[in-house]
Every structure is written in C-alpha cells, then in structure tokens.
C-alpha cells in the first residue's frame, strides 16, 4: 500500500511539472508562436492537439477520455495491488503522470498544449506529459527485455518449483 501511495505521489509530482511547463508555454510561446531552446535542433513551438500522439483520433476527445481514464485505473489499481520491481513501478508511474497530465487537459479545454518540437527529424510537437508516457513505455520494454535474456542466460533447473507451475 506504501508504495502505491509513494508512486501516486510522484505521479502527480510529474503532472505538476506538466501543467506548470503548460501554463508557461502558453503564457510565453502563444504570443509569439515559437522561439529557439537550442538552435537548429529543438525549439519550443507553441501548438494545440485535439488529438493523441501524432495526432491520431483528432477531435474524438469523448472516447480518448473515457479510454485514457479507464487505462490510468487499470495502472493506478496495479501500482497499489502489486509489487513489480523497482523499475517497473518507476516507468509504470510515469506513464501514469504524463496520462493525467495530458487527460486533465482533454477534460479541462479539449485540447492538449504541445510546444516540444526537434527540428532535425520531421517528429511530432510534443510535451513532458508525452515524454514521461514515451520513456516510461521505453522503460518497460527495456526491463522486459532485460528480464528475458536473463531468463535465457539462467534458465530454470529440472525440477524447480517453475517448471512445476508450467
């Protein structure tokens, strides 16, 4: 229970961060539309999404609500019913942040305030709500794989209590 209260927390630690980096983008970039972070690579572009990532589903907010509010409870009643390693619950936790941040948005305007924009690779304008959501989706995948090649490195012995659950 513990640290199911200590992940909520930081989760909501994350979408403080996102709304106040929202609120200062849309305070300081709306005005002028766009300004330089670092020259050439990224700079800090002021946009709004109706939609998801890459602006998938535009304008459907009813249903990204509903299913963004129904996948957040499936992570927050797992965060607080199971214990995953360390490293799990840190990326599940950050998934849990940027979807609240970017949820309370859709529910609150409609729209999603982006402003991060790489300039070198044709990507998506995003936010910190999107990058906690892509790294802690990118964590779980490097703890999954991590957890198979060690699975494959030590593989169970005859007779062990896994080969038993088999």
């Known amino acids: 229970m513990l640290y199911g209260i200590l992940s909520v927390a930081a989760a909501a630690l994350l979408v403080g961060i996102d709304q106040w980096l929202k609120a200062w983008a849309t305070a300081n970039l709306l005005p002028v539309g766009s300004m330089p972070l670092i020259p050439g690579i990224i700079e800090l572009r002021y946009s709004l999404n109706q939609g998801m990532a890459f602006s998938l589903l535009w304008g459907k907010q009813g249903f990204l609500i509903v299913v963004t509010s129904l996948a957040l409870l499936a992570v927050t009643v797992y965060l607080f019913w199971k214990r995953p390693p360390l490293v799990e619950r840190i990326a599940w936790t950050m998934v849990l942040g940027g979807g609240v941040g970017n949820l309370l948005d859709r529910v609150l305007s409609g729209q999603v305030v982006d402003y991060l924009n790489f300039q070198f690779v044709n990507f998506a304008i995003f936010n ?39």
């Not at 090649?149 to 088999?166: F, H, I, M, Q, T």
Request: hydrophobic content about 45%.
């Open 128 to 166: 910190f709500a999107d990058v906690c959501v892509t790294c802690g989706i990118a964590l779980l995948f490097v703890s999954v794989l991590v957890g198979e090649l060690r699975g494959r490195k030590n593989p169970p012995k005859e007779g062990s209590a896994s080969d038993a659950d088999a």
